[in-house]
């Protein structure tokens, strides 16, 4: 299978620079569970996207700490893609970032999160289990980095997670599956993420997310979850 990964990550910082790039965690996160699979990577961010999205098995959106609402022409574009593929049913996958511009561009609202700063392992609560996603537990542990959230979901589609009262993950028909978290990011990330962001995140958010560290995330069984959804979303 051949999988097109949409960068949309904007962080060119020295920090950045230290860490592999997400089109290489988003690869090394669907090989986990499929090591014969291929991706391509396209820097959407920069403008460069795929000429004939059809052409692969499916896509995936990564996360930014660009906003979905910014109205940036890359970001124009990206929505508009997003909303061809779902007429087409073609897969796609949304992290953070994604999870946010499929909703968006499919109907759905935006907000600021109510409790500021998601940063850390959070936990999320199945609110139902497709045919793919029998390897996730019922509490899905998941590394996450967010300000904004999917405060009203597009219609038509169906609440997969939450957490504390939010939507964290939504599906839509058999080729759309979202979160509003990263099971890219590996823990050794998050922790130096952490203290990256040490002073935007602020004493109590920091102190939180240390303590949420204690334990790591659901990775392994999030990819195999992942895999099985492009494997019966490309049986259209």
Not at 209 to 214: H, R, T, V, Y
Request: charged fraction near 20%; charge should be negative.
């Amino acid at each position: 299978m051949h999988l097109v990964v949409l960068v949309t990550n904007t962080d060119e910082s020295e920090f950045a620079q230290r860490h592999p790039k997400d089109g290489e965690k988003f690869t090394d996160l669907i090989l986990m569970a499929r090591p014969d699979w291929r991706t391509s990577v396209f820097s959407v961010k920069d403008g460069e996207f795929p000429q004939d999205l059809s052409a692969y098995d499916g896509a995936m959106i990564t996360g930014s700490p660009a906003s979905v609402r910014s109205n940036a022409p890359w970001i124009t574009q990206l929505l508009a893609l997003i909303r061809t593929a779902h007429h087409s049913k073609i897969p796609l996958f949304g992290a953070c970032f994604g999870h946010q511009a499929i909703a968006l561009a499919l109907g759905g609202t935006l907000d600021h999160n109510p409790n500021g700063w998601v940063h850390g392992l959070t936990r999320n609560r199945l609110l139902h289990r497709p045919d793919w996603a029998v390897s996730l537990p019922e509490e899905v542990k998941l590394y996450g980095s967010h300000c904004e959230c999917v405060s009203a979901l597009p219609a038509g589609a169906a609440p997969l997670s939450e957490s504390g009262g939010m939507n964290t993950g939504f599906t839509l028909g058999r080729h759309i599956f979202t979160t509003q978290h990263h099971p890219e990011m590996s823990h050794d990330f998050i922790l130096a993420l952490c203290d990256e962001m040490r002073d935007e995140l602020g004493p109590a958010a920091f102190a939180r997310a240390l303590d949420s560290l204690a334990q790591k995330s659901d990775q392994l069984s999030f990819a195999d979850s992942l895999a099985c959804f492009f494997e019966q979303a490309a049986q259209r």
